[in-house]
């Protein structure tokens, strides 16, 4: 089965902090996408990435960068913290396009004080 | 630029009774159509999709959906109803193109015993 491991489960960070989310994936898969999860918004687009050393904006890029030095690795980062910040991440990943479904993490709960 | 409606925020229903959860979507072409499931405190799952062919589309755990070009639907439905079916379920759509999936605000199902 496919595994997409989001390196922490909860984190509480503080405003100003650098943070980083660790996502990675066993399956060779080109594309990786970093979603946040807010109630009543759905999912909403961070950023995505179709290829090593490669990142495309998505609807929300504000505040967030990304780094994908290796294939199986998408790193999210938020360079200052801020209490909006406060929500779910969800990583994804992906072959292809078109008709080809999306395997996710289980999520970071990430708590900016 | 596509983007997918779910008129309910929540869904009740009681256990063995069939169960519709409504999606409505807008997309330049014809539409890649997905369905996810999501448990408390997990990540997504692919529940199923819909890329071409029969409207009416099987997928896990029971579940189907029912294409319907004209009224640019893909509910998703469920003969009889089961407790753990109790969850939050995203639409979700994408053109035919390089583009990213993008999300419904997902409707909760509670099914009451």
């Known amino acids: 089965d496919v595994k997409v491991t989001q390196s922490s489960r909860y984190l509480v960070k503080r405003t100003g902090e650098k943070v980083f989310l660790e996502c990675v994936q066993d399956m060779d898969h080109e594309n990786m996408f970093w979603y946040r999860q807010d109630p009543g918004l759905g999912l909403r687009l961070i950023y995505f990435?179709?290829?090593?050393?490669?990142?495309e904006k998505g609807d929300i890029p504000e505040g967030y960068s990304v780094s994908r030095e290796k294939k199986e690795r998408f790193s999210l980062i938020l360079e200052s913290a801020s209490t909006n910040q406060t929500s779910m991440y969800l990583c994804?990943?992906?072959?292809?396009?078109?008709?080809?479904?999306?395997?996710f993490g289980s999520g970071t709960q990430l708590s900016v004080l | 630029a596509q983007s997918v409606a779910q008129p309910e925020d929540q869904v009740n229903v009681a256990e063995g009774n069939p169960l519709t959860v409504k999606c409505t979507y807008s997309?330049?072409?014809?539409?890649?159509l997905f369905w996810y499931v999501q448990y408390p405190n997990r990540g997504l799952q692919f529940l199923l999709k819909y890329i071409t062919g029969d409207n009416l589309v099987k997928g896990s755990y029971g579940f189907e959906a029912e294409f319907n070009k004209s009224q640019t639907s893909f509910h998703l439905k469920k003969p009889s109803a089961l407790v753990s079916d109790s969850a939050l379920y995203f639409c979700?759509?994408?053109?035919?193109?390089?583009?990213?999936?993008?999300f419904g605000k997902g409707t909760r199902l509670s099914v009451i015993a």
């Open positions: 979700a759509v994408r053109d035919a193109g390089n583009t990213p999936l993008v």
């Open positions: 994804a990943s992906g072959l292809g396009t078109g008709g080809r479904k999306l395997f």
């Open positions: 990435s179709y290829d090593v050393k490669m990142k």
């Open positions: 997309v330049s072409g014809n539409p890649y």
